[in-house]
């Protein structure tokens, strides 16, 4: 039934950009926290469920290997929010019809490199020095 | 007078006319979400690793407990308008792109059922 076309954004002929990647980095980081999203309505259940169930999910966080998986998680999902937080300011910029030519473009993708990385660590500094992360 | 052509309209192609709609709440869920993101990463990223009773005072008070609620509302609304078009754009197999479109909704319906009940349990503290 269905005419088989070939699709459009031959990916493999270009140079990777930053634009590009940046753009793809959205829809990655977008997916991500989905995932933590929803492991996030878990942890609002467990506090609901009470003491007992919140202990078994800091005994299980707490494992040794399962500490640096969650703690790593905890990061990916921190930097996720940062960035997809910026970067979807600069989108909001664009859909005013605002900074949409190239050099604009590369400022503003760089500008939004740097405060993700400057800002997440920033958070990791600050829940490592609370004893909180 | 219709451009498109008879094969297209025969196989139902063309615009939903539901585009515009998504788009926008697409984006006026983005700016709800600025502020309360902000907000989640400066207030409650430290209290994902307290203790219960810390993080349950935490969440129990009123106003914590509604700007929770919201951001995760919006969140998830957020979240399935996103990931509505990446299912869109990279599934092509017919029957598990409608799976997904299926499953992602009804994910997306609990999990805002399941926030809204733990989180009014956890207010008024049964």
């Keep these: 039934m269905a005419v088989e076309r070939p ?18 980095l959205h829809r ?4 991500l926290l989905s995932l933590g999203g929803t492991l996030l309505v878990g942890w609002v259940l467990i506090l609901a469920q009470g003491p007992d169930h919140h202990e078994h999910l800091q005994a299980f966080a707490n494992g040794s290997i399962v500490k640096w998986l969650v703690c790593a998680g905890f990061y990916v999902f921190v930097f996720s929010l940062v960035y997809h937080l910026l970067n979807g300011i600069r989108h909001l910029v664009w859909d005013a019809g605002y900074g949409l030519d190239i050099p604009s473009a590369y400022r503003s993708g760089w500008a939004v490199v740097v405060l993700s990385i400057v800002i997440t660590a920033l958070l990791a500094w600050r829940a490592m020095n609370g004893g909180a992360a | 007078m219709s451009l498109q052509t008879p094969l297209g309209r025969v ?5 939903a006319r539901e585009g515009v709609a998504h788009w926008s709440a697409q984006r006026v869920s ?13 207030c409650v990223l ?9 993080a349950r005072v935490y969440v129990a008070q009123p106003m914590n407990a509604f700007l929770l609620l919201t951001f995760m509302l919006a969140l998830i609304y957020h979240a399935l308008l996103g990931v509505q078009v990446v299912i869109e754009d990279y599934i092509h197999t017919r029957w598990l792109e409608v799976g997904l479109q299926v499953a992602i909704k009804l994910i997306a319906f609990l999990a805002a059922l399941a926030t809204a009940f733990a989180l009014i349990r956890i207010v008024l503290g049964a």
């Design chain 1, 7 to 24: 699709l459009s954004p031959h990916l493999q002929v270009y140079r990777p950009q930053l634009t590009a990647t940046l753009s793809i």
């Design chain 1, 28 to 31: 990655i980081t977008g997916l």
């Design chain 2, 11 to 15: 196989r139902g192609l063309g615009s």
């Design chain 2, 30 to 42: 983005a700016v709800l979400l600025l502020p309360l993101s902000i907000w989640f990463l400066s």
């Design chain 2, 46 to 54: 430290p209290v994902l690793g307290q203790p219960y009773s810390d």
